[in-house]
């Protein structure tokens, strides 16, 4: 029995729940989708013994084993990228608990359905199956984003809408593709025939299923939709979006690449590293939108972990994912509480808070930090590998690297400055919710132990970055080899 | 082999986080220094300025959003701009190009 198995039922029931009942008091479908959430993360524990033991855990549904049937399959990899993805849903619903004040019912069923949809495409081992759990989750994202009604952020909804679709049928393509060229879905079977079989075929299944997930992680040429739809939905989303969305797309590109295809991308990656790199830092120090500014903020992270996969700096690569996940989390809490007390995310119309907010200031000293890869941040740890992969392979990608940090410092401190400096006169004490304060606790003391025990922590991301590559461990357990 | 990573993380903490406690104060205050002067501008008080004229506090200092501005300007960056102006041609042109560039290193690298 796979505790993990039970992840997606109750997540699903979570949904059912929220939409057909209804309670008096004003949380109560926050409290549903927080305990689907607490249950999903305490699954997750349970099975932890077992993937120690075993390295991988796989679930047949329904007993059908593949190639036919479809299964779960789950190692250190995806076991870490469901955790840090359960990590920000809670600090999502935290956040939500006084952003979201209308069409509760709605909102909630949405993000646990989105919710559902990322856990599935996570654990799943067969890409069709990935396919549909993609499209759950990009269902309920169109619909998050145009849950406020305003013009501008439906406008942004059907945009997405249409350029969503456009990836989707890229992957179904591939899928496509890949099955008409080697007869199945099974990722661990496709794995094991591609080097064999593959044909022009499969080669371009490849290349449209990357495209496709490319889009869901915003890399460049494929980033465009991600600032005007973080700007337009509500905080708690535009984190979800922006952190889990980006790790389900690279930790999906990761698979396909290394475990699935053992695809020679290095140059292709390389390249779109260093356009996702600059184009996020570039616009970043642009913009003065604070969710916009997070958001190019974040397309420019992933370009980071993008060289790393590139230059085959794996554990750099893992290690700045969690990383960009960590941090993701501190600066969108401290932007939900800036645009809260002040009313705008314009951050032109902000300053002053320096004085009178502490807790406040240094939390998000710490974010633009880690951020800007300062010494002893978790920022520094992950990106220093990265560059040292660079120079065993290729120096001027770690110089490119090293100049979009200078461009990282700029508009991090750009937004630090605007917030807290500035010539406003008594900009108050901003209120800080205690929930809130306790995640921030979380993610201050979580950046700063990543960047000081580096070493330690460097040996955790090797060994779930060693279990994703490990592609014939995969293939023998999923196909029930070993 | 727990024992030894735990012991090893001890002696880290005792050797060097005070080293790294006191740096990141240091940090913290300057910063803290800068708000505070930043911040706390009386409106009342009218210094002299260095030819005798009398300048409005807030007018000594450069606004941030100007300095910003300045910066890119220097950098010629409104054409990256332009290209993001939430034109739905524009984008799906951009993924379509990346469609292709993908396609085409997988079949010239990869077959």
């Known amino acids: 029995m796979a505790y993990l198995n039970l992840i997606v039922p109750v997540l699903l029931a979570a949904v059912f729940l929220i939409t057909i009942t209804s309670g008096r008091h004003r949380h109560y479908h926050l409290s549903i989708a927080l305990s689907g959430v607490i249950f999903s993360a305490l699954f997750l524990l349970f099975d932890l013994p077992r993937l120690i033991s075993d390295k991988i855990i796989v679930y047949y549904q329904l007993g059908w084993r593949p190639p036919l049937g479809i299964s779960f399959a789950v190692d250190f990899l995806n076991y870490t990228v469901l955790l840090l993805i359960i990590f920000v849903a809670i600090a999502s619903l935290f956040i939500s608990r006084t952003e979201i004040r209308e069409g509760k019912r709605e909102f909630y069923a949405l993000f646990m359905l989105l919710l559902l949809g990322l856990s599935g495409a996570t654990m799943t081992g067969d890409i069709f199956n990935l396919f549909v759990f993609f499209e759950i989750l990009s269902i309920a994202s169109y619909a998050l984003v145009s849950y406020t009604g305003r013009k501008k952020a439906i406008s942004a909804s059907i945009k997405y809408l249409i350029m969503g679709s456009f990836s989707t049928s890229l992957i179904l393509l591939g899928i496509v593709f890949v099955y008409g060229s080697l007869g199945t879905l099974n990722m661990a079977d496709i794995a094991s025939k591609v080097a064999l079989s593959s044909t022009t075929a499969t080669i371009v299944g490849f290349g449209f299923l990357i495209s496709g997930f490319m889009f869901k992680a915003a890399i460049a040429p494929f980033h465009a939709w991600k600032p005007s739809v973080i700007r337009h939905t509500p905080v708690s989303l535009g984190l979800m979006f922006t952190a889990s969305g980006t790790i389900i797309g690279l930790y999906t590109i990761f698979r396909l690449v290394v475990t699935v295809g053992n695809l020679n991308l290095s140059g292709m990656l390389i390249a779109l590293s260093f356009l996702t790199m600059i184009l996020g830092a570039v616009l970043a120090l642009q913009t003065t939108d604070i969710k916009k500014l997070l958001a190019y903020s974040a397309i420019s992270q992933t370009g980071y972990v993008l060289l790393g996969i590139g230059l085959s700096g794996y554990v750099g690569a893992v290690y700045h994912m969690v990383n960009l996940v960590i941090i993701d989390v501190l600066l969108f809490v401290v932007a939900y509480v800036v645009i809260k007390h002040f009313g705008t995310s314009n951050l032109d119309k902000m300053g002053g808070l320096g004085v009178g907010n502490p807790f406040l200031f240094v939390s998000a000293l710490v974010g633009v930090l880690a951020l800007s890869g300062f010494p002893m941040t978790n920022g520094f740890s992950s990106k220093l590998l990265i560059y040292l992969a660079g120079i065993e392979v290729f120096p001027i990608a770690t110089f490119v690297a090293m100049l979009v940090s200078v461009l990282t410092l700029a508009y991090s401190f750009k937004m630090f400055h605007l917030i807290f400096f500035s010539n406003r006169k008594g900009a108050g004490v901003v209120e800080i919710d205690d929930t809130l304060k306790i995640i921030l606790i979380i993610v201050v003391v979580l950046c700063v132990v990543l960047g000081v025990f580096q070493g330690y922590f460097t040996g955790v991301m090797g060994i779930i970055s060693g279990s994703g590559l490990d592609r014939e461990l995969y293939i023998k357990a999923v196909l029930g080899l070993v | ?111």
């Not at chain 2, 006191?22 to 220094?33: D, G, I, P």
């Not at chain 2, 910003?68 to 290209?83: D, N």
């Not at chain 2, 190009?97 to 990869?110: A, E, K, P, R």
């Open chain 2, 1 to 111: 082999m727990y024992g030894v990573v735990m012991i090893d993380m001890v002696y880290f903490v005792i050797d060097d986080w005070f080293f790294i406690f006191f740096l990141f104060s240091v940090l913290t205050y300057v910063f803290y220094l800068f708000a505070k002067t930043d911040s706390d501008v009386n409106m009342s008080s009218k210094k002299p300025y260095a030819c005798g004229l009398s300048i409005d506090p807030y007018d000594e200092k450069v606004p941030s959003p100007s300095f910003y501005k300045t910066m890119v300007s220097v950098f010629h960056m409104g054409a990256i701009k332009k290209m993001h102006k939430d034109d739905l041609s524009t984008y799906l042109l951009w993924m379509f190009f990346g469609v292709v560039f993908v396609s085409v290193y997988l079949l010239i690298f990869n077959f």
